[in-house]
């Protein structure tokens, strides 16, 4: 089973985040490795697991995997290339003084460098890095920041031309113009079908598919026209009078059958589902085999589990009266629709809610369907917000300056690091809305998250420098709040099985170095208490039932599950629902 017939020398794998990119990118490099091909997987998400699924460390430079001869995996970290950038720009000013060190160090603590740093590791393997391999396959983030990452080519491209000063919206920064024609090398690679393939990946599910269609657009408007569409983890159903077995069948084949207009012209791989988890170089390999695996005997029924239900969590949270619920997580466990819920079953208790997205597949509006009263719905829009900032910043630095003034400072803030900048304080000014009323914030997947809670943390240093030694002045800063366990409460989500479980876990880690400590975990969609009896689903339920305790035997305080529904819960019936049905205590 080839994903890409032709394989040119630079794939891309993206789409939602939970139809597997991470597994049929690194199978495909897995396939091109076995053929004699000198492959490189690179992951740019902030949040990959390509250690835990193919047994190695993941670093900013290449590591080569023992079990696939030819293939070498790298990990963009962003704090990785962050640490090494800064390095890079200090080193350029040895003969400045401490003050100006200072000052430059304190610049280049935010987001907006991690963002460039990590843009210039990725764009130096697209402008003639990598050169003693023949394929470079990226596992990318989840679509809405992959989308923001294959944009900055352009953006910055755009931005070194029309501006002579090379400078962005940070002064250290002054030397991108000497990048230019590396960022341009970027572009023409991106763009040029001979050179480039994207992959959207998607499940046989109407949301996926829906954003797998708006994101061959997106990508086409950035001149990436050669597309390909795998549909990853297609059922077949083995038992008709299987409830569930039937049920998932059904919804798969209506899916498949209203493929949204986009996706429809594009070469398309349907990958069937297997029995086990993608976890290995061994299953790796079977994932894109033509020979099904046998089912083994049917294990036996899955003892039960206990954890709370989901409705219960909401009555918990209910108590407080008021406060931030942010609810995180690898990209596809259900966020959205779990956020969704909390704040519907919070407005169903009495009280007023805003349910605000940081997310840039914003999904909001497709699951809610419709409006109610004491709901208050919005997003963190990067585009609204950043000309919302710029504005800001125009107006305040106007009594100053003059035309000419003006006119630079405007250039500088075209730059593209603005709009991390901008998405950072409308995500404060959403933290503090909850002083006064629940304010639930469905957030992106893991890795930008993550991201936006480094500028939370420099934003935090830089308040405490400035403020030191004026004990009269009581600073509260957004990260404060997140780490203030009466005012925020994060509720991770997660799916029941091994990468999600292990992603959440890390997800935890790095929260609680950040003084963070989660809440409550929800295992969603969970079959183990659907009863089911088709042989692919209760060989799946094995692994599933040694997920729940791993979670259930020390990584979650508290813990509450949503069992798999035959209907996907979507507007606002389904969501109370979802709020207010009591889900039996063993289900998962």
């Not at 083994?296 to 909401?314: E, Q, R, Y």
């Not at 003006?406 to 900048?421: F, G, I, N």
């Amino acid at each position: 089973m080839n994903l890409v017939p032709h394989p040119t020398r630079y794939l891309f794998f993206t789409g939602k985040g939970g139809v597997g990119k991470t597994s049929l990118s690194t199978a495909t490099a897995i396939q091109l490795a076995d053929q004699g091909r000198r492959v490189l997987l690179v992951s740019t998400d902030a949040a990959s697991n390509l250690d835990e699924m193919l047994g190695v460390p993941l670093r900013n430079a290449p590591v080569a995997v023992p079990a696939v001869p030819g293939l070498s995996v790298l990990n963009i970290d962003p704090q990785v290339a962050a640490d090494q950038y800064r390095q890079r720009v200090l080193a350029q000013m040895e003969q400045a003084s401490a003050e100006e060190r200072d000052t430059v160090r304190e610049q280049l603590s935010g987001a907006c460098t991690t963002e460039i740093a990590s843009f210039d590791e990725f764009s130096g393997l697209l402008a003639g890095g990598a050169q003693d391999v023949d394929h470079v396959v990226f596992d990318t983030a989840p679509t809405g920041h992959t989308l923001r990452l294959l944009s900055l080519p352009q953006a910055w491209s755009g931005f070194l031309q029309d501006n002579d000063r090379g400078a962005s919206c940070l002064g250290p920064h002054s030397g991108l113009k000497m990048q230019e024609s590396r960022f341009n090398a970027a572009l023409a690679t991106l763009t040029d079908p001979a050179l480039t393939t994207v992959v959207l990946v998607a499940r046989a599910d109407r949301s996926a598919l829906a954003e797998a269609g708006r994101s061959a657009l997106e990508l086409a408007a950035l001149g990436l026209n050669a597309q390909r569409l795998a549909i990853n983890g297609v059922f077949p159903a083995e038992q008709a009078s299987d409830a569930v077995a039937a049920a998932i069948a059904r919804q798969e084949a209506a899916a498949l059958a209203d493929l949204p207009e986009a996706l429809q012209p594009l070469p398309q791989v349907r990958v069937p589902l297997r029995p086990f988890d993608t976890v290995g170089v061994g299953a790796l390999r079977q994932l894109l085999s033509d020979t099904p695996p046998s089912l083994s005997a049917l294990p036996p029924a899955p003892a039960d589990v206990h954890a709370d239900s989901f409705g219960h969590l909401v009555e918990q949270l209910a108590q407080a009266g008021r406060g931030l619920i942010m609810v995180m997580g690898k990209g596809g466990v259900g966020k959205t629709t779990l956020a969704a819920a909390l704040a519907v079953g919070l407005v169903q208790r009495g009280h007023a809610v805003h349910l605000s997205t940081t997310d840039p597949a914003d999904h909001l509006g497709d699951t809610l369907a419709g409006s109610l009263p004491g709901l208050d719905v919005s997003r963190i829009d990067p585009k609204a917000e950043t000309a919302r900032y710029i504005e800001k910043i125009m107006a305040a630095r106007a009594p100053g300056l003059d035309a000419q003034q003006m006119a630079l400072l405007r250039e500088d803030l075209a730059s593209p690091c603005t709009e991390e900048v901008a998405v950072f304080h409308a995500f404060s000014r959403t933290v503090a809305q909850a002083r006064s009323a629940f304010v639930v914030l469905d957030t992106a997947p893991t890795g930008h998250s993550l991201l936006l809670m480094d500028a939370t943390g420099a934003y935090h240093r830089q308040m405490t420098r400035e403020f030191e030694g004026q004990p009269a002045l009581h600073v509260v800063t957004p990260l404060m709040r997140l780490q203030d366990p009466d005012y925020t409460r994060v509720i991770l989500v997660t799916l029941p099985e091994t990468t999600p479980v292990s992603q959440a876990a890390a997800l935890q880690d790095d929260l609680r170095r950040a003084g963070v400590e989660p809440w409550a975990w929800v295992l969603n969609r969970s079959l183990l208490a659907t009863g089911t009896r088709d042989p692919l689903l209760q060989a799946r339920l094995v692994g599933e039932q040694a997920q729940v305790r791993r979670v259930a035997s020390g990584l979650a305080r508290r813990l509450h599950a949503v069992p798999w529904q035959a209907e996907p819960p979507v507007g606002l019936p389904a969501l109370q629902a979802l709020g207010t049905t009591p889900v039996s205590g063993t289900s998962s």
